[in-house]
């Protein structure tokens, strides 16, 4: 018998904008998700239903079926519905990220110089393209310059 350690066991994750919908509305998938982690549960979406100790349709994201619950007694049977874990980000996690991967890249002591110039909507761009990240560049465009000020542009250790 194949058996899983569920302490190692893990979801694919989708991560969800803390912007994302209205955060504030009481069913909202972001509302969900913190409402969930409160309980030490996760938040999962599939496109088949899903079992868990709270169940809802939603938003489509990877389907439309959503699901809160304990990773350890549910995790298999999510694995094999296709579910994605959802995680919250917010827009100056995802910069950081952006910021990590422009290293990686070889971007170095070019890279805040470059980066210097980027719109939100140049952002948005690049965290999708290198990250598949949700980045909400309306919401950004406000304090965009001091999000940049404020950015830690070391290279990841």
């Given amino acids: 018998m194949n ?5 190692e066991f893990k979801l694919p994750i989708r991560w969800v904008n803390e912007l994302d919908g209205n ?3 009481p069913g909202s998938t972001v509302s969900q998700i ?5 309980d030490g549960a996760v938040v999962v ?9 709270k169940t809802w349709k939603g938003r489509f994201r990877c389907g439309v079926f959503y699901a809160a619950g304990e990773l350890d007694r549910f995790g ?3 694995a094999a519905l296709d579910a994605k874990e959802l995680r919250l980000i917010s827009n100056a996690q995802i910069l ?9 890249r070889g971007y170095g002591d070019q890279l805040q110089e470059l980066m210097m110039k ?28 001091q999000m940049l000020a404020d ?3 070391s290279a990841p250790e």
């Fill in 45 to 53: 979406n599939a496109p088949r239903p899903l079992p868990g100790n």
């Fill in 96 to 104: 950081r990220l952006v910021i990590e991967e422009g290293h990686r």
């Fill in 76 to 78: 298999q049977e999510w």
């Fill in 118 to 145: 980027f719109t939100p909507d140049k952002m948005a761009e690049q965290a999708v393209c290198w990250l598949n990240m949700p980045f909400f560049a309306e919401e950004a465009t406000a304090n965009w310059e």
């Fill in 151 to 153: 950015a830690n542009w």
């Fill in 23 to 25: 955060p504030r509305l």
């Fill in 3 to 7: 058996k899983i350690d569920k302490t």
């Fill in 34 to 38: 913190r409402f969930a982690q409160e």
